[in-house]
Nanobody, 116 residues
């Protein structure tokens, strides 16, 4: 059974930092492309950051330079380090895993709230 479990969300002031974690089980993590998505109230879910099997990453423009995605294959965990947080970063953040020829997998989400 595949499971993705996010943690690390919470309430933080503008300019603060949070680190989100996503623990993965039930699939070959080292062969998975991992992403973080977020969804704010009334808005569509959007991709925030992605890290490939080879370790390269890309980011949504609004978080470039502030967020960093990284993975620890030994722990089957992907992280999202979020610095210089802004109120517009407030959303539910979801972990996503995908492999070729397989359906994507999603975590349950973790709430991030940035106060002004």
């Amino acid at each position: 059974q595949v499971q993705l479990v996010e943690s690390g969300g919470g309430l933080v002031q503008s300019g603060g930092s949070l680190r989100l974690s996503c623990a993965v089980s039930g699939l070959t993590f080292s062969r998975s492309v991992m992403s973080w998505y977020r969804q704010a109230p009334g808005k569509q879910r959007e991709s925030v950051a992605t890290i490939t099997v080879g370790g390269s990453s890309n980011y949504e423009d609004s978080v470039q330079g502030r967020f960093t995605i990284f993975r620890d294959n030994a722990k089957n965990t992907v992280y999202l380090q979020m610095n210089s947080l802004k109120p517009e970063d407030t959303a539910v953040y979801y972990c996503n895993a995908r492999l070729p020829a397989h359906l994507p997998y999603w975590g349950q989400g973790t709430q991030v709230t940035v106060s002004s």
